[in-house]
C-alpha cells in the first residue's frame, strides 16, 4: 500500500496563478484533511471532508477551495495564488469509525511558493 | 473548543540524556491526545496516542506520554536520546464529536553528540 500519495512534490507559481494539489489514500478511510504548515505556526486546517460527499472550512480556509473526488481522492485549488499562501501543504487520511481516536496518516506534502 | 500549548519551540540534549518535551491541553470534553513525529523534509507519522485508556501511553522508538487530568498535560518523555531522534514533534487534541484535531506549534528537539 502507498498510503497517502501527494503530487507535485515541489511547485512555483506566480501571484494570480491557479493550480491544484492532488491527494489519494488507498487505505479505505473515510475522512481526508488538508493542512497547511508554516515555520512557528504548527500544522493549521485548511479543509477537511468528513465522509465522500461533504466539504468543510477548517481554521484558515480564505483563497482555497476543495473537491472531494470519489473516497479515494481529495484535492485542493489555489484559484488566484498570493506570496501568503507559499507553505507546505500536507494531506492527511483518517478511518473515523471511533468517535476521534483513530490515527491521521500524513502524505509527505508539497512545497509551494508563490513569487 | 480545544487548544494544545507546547512550551519551548527548541528544546536541546545532548546524546544519552533524557527527553523531555512539555504539552499541555485545553477542553470543555475529555481529550484524546496525540504526539507525532516530522523528521525533515517528510510529513507526520504517529508517535503515541491517549485514549481514555490507560493514562501512561508507550509509543514506537521507545518514547512515551502520561496523561495527567489534573495538570491538563500530556509531556513527551524518553530516557535516553539517540541522534536519531533529532526531528520536530507535534502534540494534537480532539474529542468524541470532533472530526478534527488542533495541532500545537510543535518543538524541534535538537540532539547532540
Known amino acids: 500500500n502507498a498510503g497517502v500519495t501527494q503530487t507535485p512534490k515541489f511547485q512555483v507559481l506566480k501571484t494570480g496563478q491557479s493550480m491544484t494539489l492532488q491527494c489519494a489514500q488507498d487505505?479505505?478511510?473515510?475522512?481526508m484533511y488538508w493542512y497547511r504548515q508554516d515555520p512557528g505556526m504548527g500544522l493549521r486546517l485548511i479543509y477537511y471532508s468528513a465522509s465522500e460527499g461533504t466539504t468543510d472550512k477548517g481554521e484558515v480556509p480564505n483563497g482555497y477551495n476543495v473537491s472531494r473526488l470519489n473516497k479515494r481522492e481529495f484535492s485542493l485549488r489555489l484559484e488566484s495564488a498570493a506570496p501568503s499562501q507559499t507553505s507546505v501543504y500536507f494531506c492527511?487520511?483518517?478511518?473515523?469509525?471511533?468517535?476521534?481516536?483513530?490515527?491521521?496518516?500524513f502524505g509527505p506534502g508539497t512545497r509551494l511558493t508563490v513569487l | 473548543a480545544q487548544s494544545v500549548t507546547q512550551l519551548g519551540s527548541h528544546v536541546s540534549v545532548s546524546e544519552g540524556a533524557l527527553v523531555l518535551l512539555r504539552c499541555n491541553y485545553s477542553?470543555?470534553?475529555?481529550?484524546?491526545l496525540f504526539w507525532y513525529v516530522q523528521y525533515p523534509n517528510q510529513g507526520l507519522q504517529l508517535l503515541l496516542k491517549?485514549?481514555?485508556?490507560?493514562?501512561l501511553v508507550k509509543g514506537i522508538n521507545g518514547f512515551e506520554a502520561e496523561f495527567k487530568k489534573s495538570e491538563t498535560s500530556f509531556h513527551l518523555t524518553k530516557p535516553s536520546a539517540h541522534m536519531s531522534d533529532a526531528a520536530e514533534y507535534f502534540c494534537?487534541?480532539?474529542?468524541?464529536?470532533?472530526?478534527?484535531?488542533?495541532f500545537g506549534k510543535g518543538t524541534m528537539l535538537l540532539v547532540s553528540p
Open positions: 494534537a487534541v480532539t474529542a468524541t464529536g470532533y472530526s478534527t484535531l488542533t
Open positions: 487505505m479505505n478511510h473515510n475522512s
Open positions: 491517549y485514549t481514555s485508556a490507560a493514562t
Open positions: 477542553s470543555s470534553v475529555p481529550p484524546y
Open positions: 492527511a487520511s483518517t478511518q473515523a469509525r471511533t468517535g476521534g481516536t483513530d490515527t491521521q496518516y
